[in-house]
């Protein structure tokens, strides 16, 4: 039967995986497979790339007409 273990860890030389936790001891062989998460590239933002398109309408700060009256 085969079993499982997943964990996490790096690769420090060809011969050395430094794991994160513990794994069961277990006297025969074992494979290992590694798979490399590749980082995301982050996209450096540009200032004022939404300059202009956002608007306010002039009676922005006037009082609602819902709350009148609770604003008395």
């Not at 936790?21 to 590749?38: A, H, L, N, R, T």
Request: no cysteine.
């Amino acid at each position: 039967m085969e079993h499982a273990i997943i964990t996490k860890g790096r690769l420090e030389s060809s011969r050395m995986i430094l794991l994160d936790e513990d794994i069961p001891y277990i006297e025969d062989s074992f494979q290992v497979i590694i798979i490399k998460k590749e980082k995301k590239k982050r996209v450096k933002r540009k200032a004022g790339t939404l300059k202009n398109m956002i608007h306010m309408s002039s009676d922005f700060d006037e009082p609602l007409e819902d709350f009148k009256e609770y604003m008395e």
